[in-house]
């Protein structure tokens, strides 16, 4: 079947309207859950109108913290239940776009991971692995520093300031204060997506669980969360019918093969003894019976000789989003 013959298949199965959000992991096409898909959004929601349910079939490794609450409040303006599908990855801001759903189902493959920004700053000092890059800094690394000094090298609680300062002789003070900011914000977010769908004063307990797991507890940013773990947390996880289930892979392996979701890019596959080809990359979709949209990248890479050496370029002329029929 289509893409289009199993996003039909799966709304009857599903009995709610859906639509796809595929972010790509192949570099150096990978994209990020980012606001520019809000109008995008907003244009298949229009079409299809207000309705008792809709299902976004979600897959990502993250990306604009802000983005997530605005993408759910559209949706949920739009229908009276919302839920998540997780066939295989809804990391990060993907994890965030879930939390703000009535339910999730997740598949077999399925994982959502803790919410721990990493933020960049220009007083950051350079990557060591890449001094052309300003190193990333997250609120659980700089726990993490305190917490070592504490319960591994015996630093005693009088002596804390001194392991502050030898941080400050590393990282910028303003570095450090921005990490702490995203990680403020990640709780913030957190809470305020699940209060869209939990009651604070009888689920309060629960919310807390949930933020305190998701954005601190789990000290591993890219840890899997399955759908086991995902319901222990708190979280209103569905595990669907085996004919969904398999439905729902085959729409994942419809966007992941022409994407090569996870593979890595090698120019020469393109050139096959050619000097120069043209790419045309699909970065990105979001899809429904109404609309379908791509985020595509289009460029070329060529042969070429540098200090006296076969080399290959390659060159991005333009990346945006385009309507395909």
Sequence with gaps: MSKKDLIQ?????????????????RQPFATRIAGDIVPLLSRHLEKIGR?????????????????????????????????????????????????????????????????????GHPFNPPNPANPQQRLEVSVEDLNSYFLFAKEKAGVKANQMADVYKMLVEKLHPLSIGNAYRAYRMAKLLT??????????????????????????????????IDRDEAKELGLKIDTPKASVEQLIWQLYEEYAAPMKLGQPFQPNEL???????????????????????????????????????????????????????
């Design 191 to 224: 809470e305020r997506l699940l209060s869209l769908h939990m009651d604070k004063t009888k689920e309060g307990q629960k919310i807390k669980k949930i933020i305190n797991e998701i954005t601190g507890d789990i000290t591993i940013h890219a840890y899997p």
């Design 51 to 119: 309705v008792k349910k809709i299902s976004l079939f979600l897959y990502t490794s993250g990306g604009d913290m802000l983005a997530p609450i605005r993408i759910v409040k559209l949706v949920r303006n739009h229908c009276e239940t919302f839920e998540v599908l997780v066939p295989y990855k809804a990391h990060s801001a993907g994890t965030l776009i879930a939390l703000g759903a009535d339910r999730i189902v997740m598949g077999k493959l399925g994982e959502l991971t803790p919410v721990d920004p990493t933020t």
């Design 271 to 325: 050139l096959a003894g050619k000097d120069m080809a043209e790419i045309r990359h699909a970065g990105a979709y979001i899809e429904s019976v109404e609309y379908s949209h791509q985020f595509t990248f289009i460029g070329k890479v060529q042969k070429t000789i540098r200090n006296n050496q076969p080399a290959i370029d390659m060159n991005i002329d333009s990346q945006l989003w385009v309507e395909i029929q």
């Design 9 to 25: 298949q799966l709304e009857k199965e599903l009995n709610s309207r859906l639509i796809t959000y595929i972010t790509g992991d």
